[in-house]
């Protein structure tokens, strides 16, 4: 139980960042002069960071172990946002928070890793509840940097920052040490993970759930606004539900797949339906009432197969977990990264953004459907069927 309450503190704390900067966008703006574009940026660069750290990131947590790994990405944190809080200038900024990805990517996967060792708790359900608890930290971030911004100004994105990852390493420490050297030898190149059919798999169905419930979240406050007359305070607390399901039903869903072994085939393809279908109506033109059930089913979506998921990367290879899960990760942030600007795009196009809307309606729907099926059945435990083209490459 040490392991997964250090290892979900390790989760919080670098999630933080992610929502932080966001949180006061417009007073960050007046302080550094720039417009709301550089201020996105701020956000960006964290993705961008966590692009260069996922698979370096992993292969360090089999070698040397998942809490120091935890420690050493929340120590990145907390230096990042001094930094931050201290230097002037938005370049100056725009390197703190680079400095700050790589916490958040290293950190992530390692709090991935470390509830894995915890005892008394399934491999699906612990993570579930990493899954609900590190995504919470973006969302207690945009509740509560506004407040402390009232009270100490621009810096109150990096101080809560520094502070929330310094409380993190003080409850990481108390739990239990995790050896390294799990990989027995040279860990995998990074050739052969990118390839290897299972993480693939599971990396398109993370990019098809998590992935795109950002790219979504991105933008579905500006939906609600253009397409159903929703004011901006109405408009984000509907769009608030993509966060807000997320944070049940990550948790729900690893809960109900360490109770069945089918469980997890069956929350893939629940998730493949709500998430293809919210998108969907989002992209419709429905009533406003119906926009804002789709907003819930997408957050829905995105959550349930987190454990099932996170689980079968882990145990794709068994030998190399953190590279495993680091690789998974990668395809999901670069979705991000990629899709959350095109998406952006679809708003100078007829419709408003309903296009992009239906577009990545169409792709989640594809991508769950080509790769669920073979997912579900590592999830499980079962062994791969020969000739489906997820052996284990040589490395």
Do not use: K
């Amino acid at each position: 139980m040490r392991a997964l309450i250090a290892g979900c503190a390790v989760g919080l704390g670098v999630s933080w960042n992610i929502a932080n900067t966001g949180a006061v966008a417009e007073t960050l703006s007046r302080h550094y002069a720039v417009g709301l574009g550089v201020i996105g940026l701020l956000t960006s660069i964290v993705f961008l960071a966590e692009i260069a750290i996922m698979i370096p990131g992993g292969r360090a947590i089999d070698r040397w172990g998942a809490r120091g790994a935890g420690l050493l990405a929340l120590a990145a944190c907390v230096a990042g946002n001094v930094l931050a809080a201290t230097l002037s200038g938005v370049a100056a900024a725009l390197m703190a928070r680079f400095v700050i990805g790589l916490g958040v990517g290293l950190g992530f996967v390692a709090g991935s890793i470390y509830v894995q060792s915890a005892r008394h708790v399934s491999g699906a359900a612990a993570q579930g509840l990493y899954g609900g608890i590190s995504l919470a930290g973006g969302g207690l971030a945009l509740a509560i940097v506004p407040p402390v911004d009232a009270w100490i100004g621009w810096s109150s994105p990096y101080v809560t920052g520094a502070v929330v990852a310094t409380v993190a390493i003080g409850v990481a420490c108390l739990g239990p040490a995790t050896p390294g050297g799990a990989a027995g030898g040279e860990p995998p190149r990074v050739r052969a993970l990118l390839t290897d059919r299972r993480i693939v798999r599971l990396g398109v169905l993370h990019s098809a759930t998590f992935g795109f419930s950002v790219v979504l979240g991105t933008w579905i406050v500006t939906l609600l606004e253009r397409t159903a007359g929703y004011g901006s305070a109405a408009a984000g607390a509907a769009g608030a539900l993509v966060l807000v399901m997320g944070v049940v039903a990550r948790p729900l869903g690893g809960w109900l797949a360490g109770r069945r072994r089918d469980a997890g085939a069956r929350l893939i393809a629940v998730s493949v339906v709500l998430g293809a279908a919210g998108g969907a109506v989002l992209a419709s033109g429905a009533p406003a009432a119906v926009l804002v059930l789709a907003t819930a089913a997408v957050g829905l979506a995105a959550g349930l197969p987190f454990g099932p998921v996170f689980t079968a990367a882990a145990r794709s290879l068994p030998g190399s977990p953190g590279a495993a899960v680091g690789a998974m990760n990668l395809y999901a942030v670069i979705t991000i990264v990629i899709g959350a600007p095109l998406l952006g795009l679809a708003f100078s196009l007829p419709g408003d953004g309903r296009i992009g809307f239906a577009a990545v309606a169409l792709l989640w729907a594809i991508a769950g459907a080509a790769t669920g099926r073979g997912v579900a059945d590592m999830e499980e435990g079962r062994p791969p069927v020969a000739g489906d083209g997820m052996s284990i490459p040589t490395v």
